[in-house]
T-cell receptor, first 114, second 114 residues
Framework: AQSVTQLDSHVSVSEGTPVLLRCNYS??????LFWYVQHPNKGLQLLLK??????LVKGINGFEAEFKKSETSFHLTKPSAHMSDAAEYFC????????????FGKGTKLSVKP | DTGVSQDPRHKITKRGQNVTFRCDPI?????LYWYRQTLGQGPEFLTY????????KSRLLSDRFSAERPKGSFSTLEIQRTEQGDSAMYLC????????????FGPGTRLTVL
């Protein structure tokens, strides 16, 4: 069965400092992996996705993630945090076969201090 | 607006009442998904449609829940005899199809059962 574990429920950074949100996955086959962001009172928005092409995936708003099969990790990074990055971030793996249903982690709340 | 829309955005009901939610996917998207998100958790898959066919249902979808997509366009999710445990955000997403295709989410319907 597929699953994702987000290692931190809450991360706090200062504006202008790097962001690291950690995610480990479990999958019995080559997974599709995603990061979604959820701002308060707004819908989930896709940041980036990995689908077995390049292991370093670039997304919107300066975010990127690296797929590391040996470590079963898909950590999300950004060189410099902005106040507008404050939100809930979800690491996601695609479900088994062609179903396509997404399996979400519990989320990491990112706070950005001025 | 060509995104996924959901109606209503908020619903407050009394225990035992029936409620129905509507989702309008992005036109030309073949797949439509329903998820449920409770406070402090990531969304959990409920069911999905490929055109008008309901192809998968999660064990979370009890007999009190029913979903339809009669013409392969909009979908409805009905909950009968609501319980306080049904209080959650109900999210709809659509995609072109395939397990790695991006799912675009609507803003959700927040259900409160008193």
């Amino acid at each position: 069965a597929q699953s994702v574990t987000q290692l931190d429920s809450h991360v706090s950074v200062s504006e202008g400092t790097p962001v690291l949100l950690r995610c480990n996955y479990s999958s019995s086959y080559s997974p599709s992996l995603f990061w979604y962001v959820q701002h308060p009172n707004k819908g989930l928005q896709l940041l980036l996705k990995y689908t077995s092409a390049a292991t370093l995936v670039k997304g919107i708003n300066g975010f990127e993630a690296e797929f590391k099969k040996s470590e079963t990790s898909f950590h999300l990074t950004k060189p410099s945090a902005h106040m507008s990055d404050a939100a809930e971030y979800f690491c996601v793996v695609s479900g088994r076969g062609s179903q396509g249903n997404l399996i979400f982690g519990k989320g990491t709340k990112l706070s950005v201090k001025p | 607006d060509t995104g996924v829309s959901q109606d209503p955005r908020h619903k407050i009901t009394k225990r035992g009442q029936n409620v129905t939610f509507r989702c309008d996917p992005i036109s030309e998207h073949n797949r439509l998904y329903w998820y449920r998100q409770t406070l402090g958790q990531g969304p959990e898959f409920l069911t999905y449609f490929q055109n008008e066919a309901q192809l998968e249902k999660s064990r979370l979808l009890s007999d009190r829940f029913s979903a339809e997509r009669p013409k392969g366009s909009f979908s409805t999710l009905e909950i009968q005899r609501t319980e306080q445990g049904d209080s959650a955000m109900y999210l709809c997403a659509s995609s072109l199809g395939g397990s790695s295709d991006t799912q675009y989410f609507g803003p959700g319907t927040r259900l409160t059962v008193l």
